[in-house]
């Protein structure tokens, strides 16, 4: 099993800008993918950005250029460094560990990002 620990998020004002950290510990297999998602109530949880453990990164169209996915040397840690943040990225925030040789998906206990003047 795969553990999950997340860290960071709060209220920032429009512009301002927030680091997620997300820590996985457990049956780390070599073939995974980590990342985040985000929910607001009544809307479906969406993709926000992705890393594979061989270093592809993929974002959501309303984050590109805002949001940065990065992660640790030992490849067990990945932040999210939101920049420019705006009133629309309200949401909480989802890290999730996708094991793909498995398919199964553990999920963070997910952290609030509130932006708001």
């Known amino acids: 099993q795969v553990q999950l620990v997340e860290s960071g998020g709060g209220l920032v004002q429009p512009g301002g800008s927030l680091r997620l950290s997300c820590a996985a510990s457990g049956s780390i297999r070599s073939i995974y993918t980590m990342g985040w998602f985000r929910q607001t109530p009544g809307k479906q949880r969406e993709l926000v950005a992705r890393?594979?453990?061989?270093?592809?990164?993929d974002y959501a169209d309303s984050v590109k250029g805002r949001f940065t996915i990065s992660r640790d040397n030992a490849k067990t840690t990945v932040y999210l460094q939101m920049n420019s943040l705006e009133p629309e990225d309200t949401a909480v925030y989802y890290c999730?560990?996708?094991?793909?040789?498995?398919?199964?998906?553990?999920w963070g206990q997910g952290t609030q990002v509130t932006v708001s003047s």
């Open positions: 999730y560990f996708r094991d793909i040789i498995s398919s199964s998906t553990t």
């Open positions: 890393i594979t453990n061989g270093g592809s990164i």
